[in-house]
């Protein structure tokens, strides 16, 4: 088995406006100097090792995990004993 980890986030430039309530609700519960604040996903789940290559996962994040027009994606693998 192989465990993915996807990472999505706005791409630069694309405005985040969850990522300003978070720093505006940090800034008013006294959390001073945050700045630029961005939110984004992360995404964790399993798959055989005949189906985990590269390729396919990112076909997955291209396809549905991602929206390319405005986010970009990173993403790791990780061997694990079989669950």
Known sequence: MVK????????EG????QGK???????ARGFRGVSEMRVGKYMEFYMDHEAAGDQEIQNMCEQLLANPVIEDYRYETEEVVSK
């Open 4 to 11: 993915v980890k996807v990472f999505v986030t706005l791409k």
């Open 14 to 17: 694309v405005l985040d406006p």
């Open 21 to 27: 309530a978070v720093e505006q609700a940090l800034d």
